[in-house]
């Protein structure tokens, strides 16, 4: 019933800056929270930051001076502005949409690399 579609990845240099969106379509009036996860290869999915149907906001120790979570409600648009990125960073980034009851949606993924 929900639909998520990820862009804003790419290649940028150690100390850029990259934005992420994730737009939401179909039932959007079901979801009560969005967030990104990321997972880079032979590691574990790991979470990044999530944001409430309210606006709270929640980040992951290794980002959270660096990571700003927002949300656009007229647009159904979550993004994520990464900045002073770092190759640690490097992994494909997974937005997902969460309900009350219900299993997650999971966006495809969106590759991002940083590089030294």
């Known amino acids: 019933q929900v639909q998520l579609v990820e862009s804003g990845g790419g290649l940028v240099q150690a100390g850029g800056s990259l934005r992420l969106s994730c737009a939401a379509s179909g039932s959007t009036s079901s979801i009560k929270a969005m967030g990104w996860y990321r997972q880079a290869p032979g590691k574990q999915r790991e979470l990044v930051a999530t944001?409430?149907?309210?606006?709270?906001?929640n980040y992951a120790d290794p980002v959270k001076d660096r990571v700003t979570i927002s949300r656009d409600n007229a647009k159904n648009t979550v993004y994520l502005q990464m900045n002073s990125l770092k190759p640690e960073d490097t992994a494909v980034y997974y937005c997902?949409?969460?309900?009350?009851?219900?299993?997650?949606?999971w966006g495809q993924g969106t590759q991002v690399t940083v590089s030294s």
């Open positions: 997902y949409a969460g309900y009350q009851v219900y299993y997650p949606t």
């Open positions: 944001i409430t149907s309210g606006g709270s906001t």
